[in-house]
Each structure stands twice: as structure tokens, then as C-alpha cells.
């Protein structure tokens, strides 16, 4: 009687070890730290990068988006530009990112060359299986 509970247990323990292995491996993807949380249609999208800040120059940056419960959402195709209005004798400047998908739906990886410091208008679009969705937002770079 023992014996048996003793080996339940310890198969029990082993299917835990192993879920939590898997779900480790599929949430393997970093996204460092939130630079932006936005409301877009009904999800939430969340700009991050490594340092959890927009600088100037080239850069790589993340963009996660989860539904209302909090889970990720594939939203298939991603855009989103940065965009700064015309100053003075600056002509206005548009760099927007390039993304591809991650081993994680709803996680996209993102490279970006930003033109110079200062506050910038992110532009936020998605078509795809969680429908369309676009917002704008305001981010400074350092
Ligand atoms: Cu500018």
C-alpha cells in the first residue's frame, strides 16, 4: 500500500517536472522590459527592448500582444512606424520597424534604426486572425 503511493507520487511529480519543462521552452522567447503597453482593438500590445527604453540608432525591440485574459495573441501581420512631425527646418522623419515572427504567436522580434532622440509618435497597426486593430502612441527616445 506504501510502495504504491510512494511510485504515485513520484510519477506525479515527473508529468509536473515535464509540463513545466515544455511550457518553459515555449515562453523561452525575452522580451526584457515594457517600454509601452497600448490599448489596440481588444488587445493589448506591449513594446519592450532589452534596456526597456527607445534610444537613437539601430536597435532591436519586442512587441508581445495578449488578449483580455492575458493570453498571447497571433495577430498575423504587424506594422508599426515611428513617426515625427516636421520642426522648424527638419523635414518630418518616418522609421519603421521590421519584424519578424518568434517561436511565440503573438510575439514579434523588431528592428529599428531611430533618427535621433526626442518624442516620437508610434503608429501601431495588425491584420490577421485576431481581426484589425490600430493605435497611436507617444514614446521618447534617449
Ligand atoms: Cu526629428
Known sequence: MKKSLLIAIAGGALLVTTSACSSKTASNVSTGTAIKTVTVGSLTATLSSSTGQLKQGDQEVM???????????????????????????????????????????????????????????????????????KATFSVTAR
Open 63 to 133: 512587441l508581445a500582444f495578449t488578449d483580455s485574459a492575458g493570453k498571447p495573441a497571433d495577430v498575423g501581420a504587424v506594422s508599426l512606424n515611428f513617426h515625427m512631425p516636421a520642426m522648424g527646418a527638419m523635414a518630418a522623419m518616418n522609421d519603421a520597424v521590421t519584424f519578424t515572427t518568434t517561436e511565440m504567436p503573438g510575439v514579434y522580434r523588431g528592428k529599428v534604426n531611430i533618427g535621433m532622440a526626442g518624442e516620437w509618435q508610434g503608429q501601431l497597426a495588425y491584420e490577421g486572425p485576431a481581426g484589425t486593430g
